[in-house]
């Protein structure tokens, strides 16, 4: 398998960022990582190994960044207003940086925190992203920032704005893009459970084609159980991509 490791220094961040990538070609994925995690921990946790039979035939490219998540919302040292400032930045980060190595429009994909900051990324810009795979990702920012919400938090929380959101621009592509959206019914699984099946409402109500899979009560919210989605949805959503 070709691995390839970068570092370099952010210009959006104003630090220095690393990325790891695997594979030789085929659909670009974006992976990001659950909470406070970088850009070794997809490999670390199996998650590689689990989809390496797409990476060796060039189905599959994986783009594995670090967080900023201890200096945006999980940073209870600053105001929330600077945390979403950080997030921004991550965004500039990932849409002006990472994105442009990537010879296409990625797919986006992580899980618990990664879910979040994967799907909040696809729907604030289906013009970078082409597809989302969000694994028992929580939609709102209650666990961490409590019921704190003013301008800049409503803009980065999906259950907040997706409701009130009627911009065809938008929910244009996010009928053409490819959406998966899982979450298991076992331990830890609460409230991510809850946001899916609000996510589930709203995509429906919109009319906006998505695949809300909800697992069954033995389905844990941990990395073994990721593993096994993981492969489980790359290889169906490459199938329907022809």
Not at 45 to 66: K, S
Not at 98 to 126: D, E, K, L, T
Not at 210 to 220: C, E, R, S, T
Request: proline share 6%; net charge negative.
């Amino acid at each position: 398998m070709h691995t390839l490791s970068e570092r370099w220094f952010s210009p959006a961040l104003d630090q220095d960022m690393s990325l790891n990538i695997y594979g030789h070609g085929g659909q670009p994925i974006l992976i990001l990582p659950a909470q406070e995690g970088n850009h070794r921990e997809y490999e670390g946790f199996g998650m590689v190994d689990a989809v390496i039979p797409f990476i060796e035939m060039g189905r599959i490219q994986l783009y594995c960044v670090d967080s900023v998540d201890a200096q945006s919302w999980c940073n209870n040292a600053i105001p929330v207003r600077d945390r979403a400032r950080r997030h921004v930045q991550y965004e500039r980060y990932l849409i002006d940086e990472v994105v442009p190595m990537m010879g296409g429009r990625p797919w986006v994909s992580g899980c618990s925190m990664g879910g979040y900051q994967s799907a909040n990324f696809y729907f604030r810009h289906p013009d970078v992203a082409s597809g989302l795979i969000a694994l028992s990702g929580v939609y709102d920012l209650t666990l961490f920032i409590g019921d704190a919400m003013d301008e800049d938090v409503f803009l980065q929380v999906p259950l907040a704005y997706l409701p009130g959101l009627n911009d065809d621009w938008y929910l244009s592509r996010y009928r053409q893009g490819r959406i998966v959206i899982c979450v298991g019914q076992g331990a830890w699984e609460e409230p991510m459970l809850t946001h899916t099946r609000q996510m589930r409402h709203i995509l429906e109500a919109k009319g906006i084609p998505a695949w809300v899979d909800i697992w069954g009560h033995d389905v844990n919210h941990d990395w073994p159980w990721w593993r096994v989605m993981m492969p489980f949805f790359v290889e169906k959503l490459l199938a329907s991509s022809g």
